[in-house]
């Protein structure tokens, strides 16, 4: 890596620590969660810029200021004391992590990459009138214009300051992809906090390495899908499984905005969701209502794509009436579509449902010690985006077999990803549940402190591995 590009690592996660830090207050993920943030305000100058016209550069400062002064004014608003997240345990996280992503030595040549998000990241790197003509273009249609614009927009920020190089796509792309897969560790980890500290984890680290289960070349090569799905599973594993979720949905609802935003995947997972955490929150629906806002963001940009003149190759899909009168088209797709599912992720969610199964038959009032919400959730979730998917390939337009053969494994990451969530929730269940703790929500009696007035050892312990 040269120093130009170290230089562009180092401005993307400054650029965004501030925001991040008054999100997390806890500076070690903030160091995980900047390059995100530094993704989201560029997102917002993208959409500024289309929206007004003008120069990027001219947006881009005028967001990060912007962005800058609200993270300033809420650091100075009181808030609950945050749990501790040691600085070991993120070292480990980013270590473990880095070495899969040592991919990223490959050079910049992956067809999507170019085809799609780093040509979004050129035509956003001037001004508003060039990007807005070029999302309206019909030659560039086999790009889709309409993809949501997080995974461009950092790339289409630095080229914007430092000079077009596919190398420098490919760095930003992969440092965003790593900031969105460690702070889902954290989120993951976050759930499990009355296990064992280096359980948690290592519950988190292990959820985090499913990235690559369906595709490893991807995560650093430029698409958007490692990118958005670690988000999404982040969110679940916050929102879902949280014993609280609304306690502090900060880093949630950061993750789940970044997910609608990436991929028009992540917009109608994330709508599912959504619609999740309202059903399970019902009884709150005075701080339910805020997983909305992401979910919004992502019909925001959808309504201004299409604005500008943006459209997708999966509008011409056949519609559902036509295909379920269409014996013959449901007898061609149907088939491949569900084998190629089986073959990328069948065994594996097999396996993770056996695990359910077991654990929900003899460890699930220990699952309550943990505090950890039902695991339901993360089945309904990923049953409601499966479904997405085979209709998307039943309906859409494109050759069946090339376009499984295109996409089947990338677009089924989330489901791996969630597989994973649900086993490692079930295994924690069984061997980290800490002895002598009352399930979650019920009280204790406070014990005295020392007289010297410091923390007892347990308590301190435990803060610290939370």
Same mark, same amino acid.
């Given at each position: 890596?040269?120093?130009?590009h170290?230089?562009?690592?180092?401005?993307?996660?400054?650029?965004?620590?501030a925001?991040? $830090?008054?999100?997390?207050r806890?500076l070690?993920?903030?160091l995980l969660?900047?390059?995100?943030?530094?993704?989201?305000?560029?997102?917002?100058a993208?959409?500024a810029?289309?929206?007004f016209?003008?120069d990027?550069?001219? %947006?881009?400062?005028?967001?990060?200021?912007?962005? *800058?002064?609200?993270?300033l004014w809420?650091l100075?608003?009181?808030?609950?004391?945050?749990? &501790?997240?040691?600085?070991?345990a #993120?070292?480990?996280?980013?270590?473990v992590?880095?070495?899969?992503?040592l991919?990223?030595?490959?050079p910049?040549?992956?067809?999507?990459a170019?085809?799609?998000?780093?040509?979004? &990241?050129?035509?956003?790197?001037y001004?508003?009138?060039?990007?807005?003509?070029a999302?309206a273009?019909?030659?560039?249609?086999f790009?889709?214009?309409?993809?949501?614009?997080?995974?461009?927009a950092?790339?289409a920020a630095?080229w914007? =300051? $430092?000079?077009?190089?596919?190398?420098?796509a490919?760095?930003?792309?992969?440092?965003?992809? $790593?900031?969105?897969v460690?702070?889902?560790v954290?989120a993951?980890?976050?759930? $499990?906090?009355r296990?064992?500290p280096w359980?948690? *984890?290592?519950?988190?680290?292990?959820v985090?390495?499913?990235?690559?289960?369906?595709g490893?070349?991807?995560?650093a090569?430029g698409y958007a899908? /490692?990118? *958005?799905?670690?988000?999404?599973?982040g &969110?679940?594993?916050?929102?879902?499984l949280?014993?609280?979720?609304? &306690?502090?949905?900060? @880093?949630?609802?950061?993750?789940?905005?970044?997910? #609608? @935003?990436?991929?028009?995947?992540?917009l109608?997972?994330?709508?599912?969701l /959504?619609?999740?955490?309202t059903?399970r929150?019902?009884?709150?629906?005075?701080?339910?209502?805020?997983?909305?806002?992401?979910?919004?963001?992502?019909? /925001?940009?959808?309504?201004? /794509?299409r604005?500008?003149?943006?459209?997708s190759d999966?509008?011409?899909?056949?519609?559902?009436?036509?295909?379920f009168g269409?014996?013959?088209?449901?007898a061609?797709r149907l088939p491949?579509t569900?084998?190629?599912?089986?073959?990328?992720?069948?065994?594996?969610v097999?396996?993770? =449902?056996?695990c359910?199964l077991?654990?929900? +038959? =003899?460890?699930?009032?220990?699952?309550?010690? =943990?505090?950890?919400?039902?695991?339901? %959730?993360?089945?309904?979730?990923?049953?409601?985006?499966?479904?997405?998917?085979?209709?998307?390939?039943?309906t859409?337009?494109?050759?069946i077999?090339w376009?499984?053969?295109?996409s089947?494994?990338?677009?089924? +990451?989330?489901?791996?990803?969630?597989?994973?969530?649900?086993?490692?929730? %079930?295994?924690?269940?069984?061997?980290g549940?800490?002895?002598?703790?009352?399930?979650a929500?019920?009280s204790?009696?406070?014990?005295?402190?020392?007289?010297?007035?410091r923390?007892?050892?347990?308590?301190?312990?435990?803060?610290?591995?939370?």
């Open positions: 890596m040269s120093a130009g170290l230089l562009t690592v180092t401005l993307v996660v400054a650029s965004g620590l925001p991040a $830090f008054a999100v997390a806890s070690p993920v903030a969660l900047a390059p995100i943030a530094t993704a989201l305000v560029s997102t917002v993208v959409v810029m289309l929206a016209g003008a990027l550069r001219i %947006w881009l400062a005028a967001a990060f200021i912007v962005a *800058w002064a609200i993270s809420l100075r608003r009181p808030r609950p004391a945050q749990p &501790a997240v040691p600085w070991l #993120v070292a480990v996280t980013s270590g992590l880095a070495v899969p992503l991919l990223v030595l490959h910049p040549t992956s067809w999507d170019h085809s799609i998000w780093w040509l979004h &990241a050129g035509y956003f790197t001004d508003g009138e060039i990007a807005r003509a999302m273009s019909p030659g560039f249609v790009s889709h214009t309409d993809y949501p614009p997080l995974a461009s950092p790339v630095a914007a =300051l $430092f000079g077009q190089s596919y190398r420098t490919q760095v930003v792309s992969t440092l965003t992809t $790593f900031s969105a460690a702070t889902a954290v993951v980890a976050a759930v $499990f906090t296990s064992r359980l948690a *984890w290592s519950a988190g680290i292990v985090g390495l499913s990235t690559w289960a369906t490893a070349e991807y995560v090569a899908d /490692a990118l *958005w799905s670690a988000c999404l599973v &969110a679940a594993a916050a929102l879902l949280h014993r609280d979720p609304f &306690a502090r949905p900060a @880093l949630g609802l950061v993750l789940l905005t970044a997910a #609608v @935003l990436s991929k028009n995947e992540g109608v997972a994330g709508g599912i /959504a619609a999740l955490v059903v929150s019902r009884r709150d629906l005075g701080r339910a209502w805020l997983v909305w806002l992401p979910a919004g963001s992502g019909l /925001a940009w959808a309504g201004l /794509a604005a500008v003149g943006a459209t999966i509008e011409q899909a056949e519609p559902l009436g036509g295909v269409d014996t013959g088209r449901l061609t491949p569900l084998d190629a599912l089986w073959e990328t992720v069948g065994p594996l097999v396996t993770a =449902l056996g359910a077991v654990g929900f +038959l =003899l460890v699930r009032t220990r699952r309550a010690t =943990l505090g950890v919400g039902s695991d339901g %959730w993360i089945w309904l979730l990923s049953c409601g985006y499966t479904a997405t998917l085979v209709f998307t390939y039943v859409g337009p494109s050759d077999d376009w499984l053969g295109a089947a494994d990338r677009v089924t +990451l989330p489901v791996a990803m969630l597989a994973c969530l649900s086993a490692v929730s %079930w295994l924690l269940a069984a061997v549940a800490r002895d002598g703790l009352p399930p929500g019920t204790t009696p406070a014990k005295a402190s020392p007289p010297d007035g923390e007892p050892r347990a308590a301190a312990y435990q803060a610290a591995g939370a």
